[in-house]
């Protein structure tokens, strides 16, 4: 799935969908978000359970295709799928992993959450999977995230370097069946034998890799037992955890927890929410010791005055660094310094660099300072031309001009000759 996640489903012209999306950009900005969606007819209302959180109302043509969308400014997903980062609940500055991370809606919304001194970690084994993870963290601008493909992070990762742990491990998708009508065949009876054994593994790594004190949110979409409180009763009797209750959020209608010895939990009843089927638990760490030793972070330096000059505004980067691999450029989180040398991950892509000379990708729009030079429209209509393949004037712009929409940045313009295009290379 990508950052459209229920696109294939999409509304007709003019149809209401009550589909659930999320705002991806700072607190200030949130107003000049849904501005943006009101300029192509989009109407959200707020959901109860987040500031950040909406549901569509008017959708005149699909949601996934609006220029928001388009820029990475919301993410679609299902109102339950937003429930497992909200109840982890990492503060300002946590240091946060993903177990199973793609398509990238929790990782995002994590990241949100623990804002620009916090990081998050991303892992997705599937290369497939870790792609669309890279692509939906790179097209939301969230570059206090990093990303590894470790189908064992045992071994990788240090025993608790992590305040805060979100495992929403594969499942047998039976809360999904209104969207994916066979799970239930596909794993009946004995087939979910396997993914329960998988279940059991990485919460045994979460609780080794989390920090005495620390937080683990396992969560599924599915209704089954075998993988929800029988999970449950495993991590309790078998893991140095204890069970934190859950609070309901708002909005939301929840069955009883379906085995008698377990509490505390919350399953969501997915006809009465008009969302997916989930199951969450939330987990504290018991004993252990506590990680955290910071190392170097790897590459060759790419100097402040190479990204100036490129007319990047680094200021608007979070902690961290920019550092350059071969002619690919990245930033790198300073939490990203815990990660020990045997692990291979990537860090947020920013552009390339090449003789000294720094290029910004075009949707790097964290680059982009306020008011900087470039185009500053008012209306929709040029930068839908410039998206269509059209060109306008560059007067006295540089190579990469900025393209901002009522002082929102949207990324960088290109400049070829005496004309300035979009182009997402």
Request: a neutral charge; charged letters at 20%.
């Amino acid at each position: 799935m990508a950052f459209c996640e229920d696109d294939a489903a999409a509304a007709g012209a003019g149809r209401t969908s009550g589909r659930s999306f999320r705002l991806v950009c700072e607190a200030g900005q949130r107003a000049l978000v849904e501005a943006l969606l009101a300029a192509t007819g989009h109407v959200a209302e707020p959901e109860p359970f987040s500031p950040w959180c909406r549901r569509i109302v008017a959708e005149p043509t699909p949601l996934g295709s609006s220029m928001a969308a388009r820029f990475g400014y919301i993410h679609i997903q299902d109102r339950s799928s937003m429930l497992p980062p909200l109840l982890l609940n990492p503060p300002a500055g946590a240091r946060v992993l993903d177990m199973c991370a793609a398509p990238g809606g929790k990782t995002g919304f994590l990241a949100q959450l623990v804002g620009r001194a916090g990081f998050v970690l991303g892992n997705e084994p599937s290369p497939d999977r870790l792609a669309t993870l890279r692509q939906t963290l790179s097209r939301e601008n969230l570059a206090n995230t990093a990303t590894c493909a470790a189908a064992d992070l045992a071994p990788l990762l240090p025993a608790g370097s992590f305040t805060h742990i979100l495992l929403d491990p594969p499942c047998s998708g039976w809360g999904t069946l209104d969207k994916n009508p066979q799970a239930a065949k596909i794993w009946a009876g004995d087939k979910v034998a396997p993914l329960a054994s998988l279940q059991r593994k990485l919460l045994a790594t979460a609780a080794g890799l989390l920090a005495p004190g620390g937080r683990l949110l396992y969560s599924t979409c599915t209704t089954n037992v075998a993988e929800n409180e029988e999970q449950t009763r495993f991590a309790l009797d078998h893991l140095p955890l204890k069970t934190v209750p859950l609070a309901a959020p708002a909005g939301f209608v929840f069955e009883a927890p379906q085995r008698s010895d377990v509490c505390g939990v919350l399953r969501v009843d997915s006809a009465a929410s008009a969302a997916q089927g989930f199951y969450m638990a939330l987990y504290e760490k018991t004993g252990g010791e506590a990680y955290d030793a910071d190392g170097a972070l790897p590459g060759e330096v790419v100097p402040d005055k190479a990204l100036l000059a490129a007319g990047c505004e680094p200021s608007g980067l979070p902690p961290g660094a920019v550092r350059a691999f071969g002619e690919k450029v990245f930033f790198l989180p300073a939490g990203a310094a815990l990660l020990p040398a045997g692990l291979r991950y990537q860090g947020f892509g920013l552009g390339t660099y090449r003789s000294g000379v720094f290029r910004p990708q075009a949707r790097a729009r964290v680059l982009l300072g306020a008011g900087g030079p470039g185009f500053t429209e008012d209306s929709l209509s040029r930068i839908e031309a410039l998206l269509a393949g059209q060109s306008l004037p560059a007067g006295d712009l540089p190579s990469r001009a900025g393209l901002y929409w009522r002082g929102l940045p949207l990324g960088f313009l290109t400049r070829k000759g005496a004309r300035a295009l979009w182009s997402d290379r």
